[in-house]
């Protein structure tokens, strides 16, 4: 029986838009999806060890609960200078049905 990718995320990257979609538990967090679907030179360069900083995303819709930000979020954001709660590593957002209907801009260097 196959799975009903019912996770829809939406991904702003430069000038594109994707829409994305995933089963819970397809993927381990939501950094892992945009590697895998969209290409964004060094994304992800630590796979998910939450230190690299490149992962970064903007949150520009979305209602539920994205999960808390552990010790490893917290720490690589405020060395990059970011203190806006909407501003989250992706690698750090477990990728769950809470994630239905997020859209998310992914950050580049400097913009964050
Ligand atoms: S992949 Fe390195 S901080 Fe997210």
Known sequence: MSKTRDICITVLYQEESYALSAYEGEYRSLMALIYDHVY????GECRGMG???????????HTGPLG???????????????????????????????LRGLTVRILEEGEA
């Open 40 to 43: 964004v030179s060094d994304f």
């Open 68 to 98: 808390a930000m552990d010790r490893n979020e917290t720490a690589t954001l405020e060395k990059m200078g970011v203190c806006s709660g909407n501003i989250r590593l992706a690698c750090q957002i477990p990728l769950t049905r809470a």
């Open 51 to 61: 230190r690299c900083g490149t992962c970064v995303i903007q949150i520009i819709d």
